[in-house]
């Protein structure tokens, strides 16, 4: 049987606030959806933001060892973004539907694997009559996704298995949220504020006490010198930290000099399966990542992977199936925390299929992943030749080189690449490399 896979990674659930969002980042966002097109399969259809470019879909199903036709490729019609991101309007639009009622028959498709298991896809599900052959839809269609998207629901399931959290409040209280930010900012300490529900980082915010403090994971900090500062901030701030007041606001320590931490698992009815550890590159957001790192070392990954693991098994009994990453941090002082939940396909899921498929099984211990989300490029074209020319692409035989993971050339004149090396010293020559066929390889 089949799949419909859904590439949704910033919609309108999953992100505060579309319509906030800069324009490029939004249809760069929304083209990202490409990346599910690394888990198709024969007979799969794959339900993308954006049409793409033919040369990168044989390019990419060419190194998956299929046939150009052998998976399907859906745009919906426009909806009140244009093309950049798949709303409930696309995703629910009659003639849509048709298609895909259409290509659910002629395909045998049984099951629906969308990026985000939002409402909108649990509607789709609905309307399509794919409930039974998709794992865990009774708790997503319930809403689970929402609960297994917040921020101050995972803290309330971390403090309760006594996981190690950051230091911080999950509040609607303005007052309480303000006093806790106010006292470690007088303590000489910078904290970080979430907006309950968003991804990549987008919607935090750094308060520092003093100029200097690292920007890592979050596009934003304010730099606040006493406590009529953080009172004149939280008058103007609190209206995006809590979306108009619909959600709680989660307020931590921040923690300067971590190294933010990811990891992704597998949720079945029986068990739990543990799919990796990996390092975040944040430019200051999420901009690439390692797998499985190079600045931690394997001991604090296991440790890890351990904790993450701890809270994995109340969520399989609470009914959610299917893969979740959970996200963490090295401190400098030698703890490893636990930082948020996301109960989703996440920005690895692809990188695995990448590994385990051309490079193997044992690809952890053989070889390390390193991408960077954005590398400017003149033209897709153009990049695939340098890499050849180069000596750079990816050699099946070898298992090294550079493989194109999205192709972002008509949103933003960039590409999504992962440099596949046998260990830290090849991935910085090949990076070197890179930057210098075209300029640097910048977020």
Known sequence: ???????????????????ALPPGARRTGGNSALRMAWLAEPGD??????????????YLLELKGLDPGS??????????????????????????LEKARRLVQDNGIDRVLPYSFNPTVAALTRELDLRDGTPGFGFLDAGGHDLLNSKSAF????????????????????????????????????VIVKQDYNAAAHGNEILAPRPGVPQVGAPRLAVLGGPGEVTRHFDAAWPFYTNGDRDKVVVEHYLAGSVPLGSEFEITAGDVVERH?????????????VIPGMETSPDARRAFLDQARALC???????????????????PDGRVLVGEFNGRLGGTTHLHWLGERLVGPGYLDERLLVTRNRWSVPALDAALSALR????????????????????????????????????GDAREMEGRLAGLFGPASR
């Open 389 to 424: 020319a180069g000596g750079l692409a990816f050699d099946t035989a070898d298992r090294r080189g550079v493989v194109i993971m999205c192709d972002h050339t008509r949103a933003s004149g960039a590409v999504e690449y992962c440099v596949v090396a046998e260990d830290a």
């Open 155 to 190: 803290r309330a399931l971390g403090a309760g298995l006594g996981l190690p959290l950051p230091e911080g409040v999950a509040t609607r209280s303005r007052a309480e949220a303000e006093a806790f930010a106010a006292t470690m900012l007088s303590a000489g300490e910078p």
């Open 277 to 289: 550890a990996c390092e975040m590159r944040m430019e200051p957001v999420f901009s690439g990542i």
């Open 45 to 58: 259809v794959v339900v993308v933001a954006q049409h793409v470019d033919p040369v990168y879909l044989r």
């Open 71 to 96: 998976v399907t490729v859906l745009v919906p019609p426009p909806g009140p973004f244009g093309d950049d991101v798949l709303t409930r309007e696309r995703l629910l639009h009659a003639d849509f």
């Open 1 to 19: 049987m089949s799949t419909l896979l859904i590439g949704n990674p910033f919609n309108e659930h999953l992100i505060g606030d579309l319509a």
């Open 313 to 331: 098994e109340p969520i399989r009994a609470m009914g959610y199936r299917g893969l979740i990453n959970i996200d963490g941090l090295a401190a």
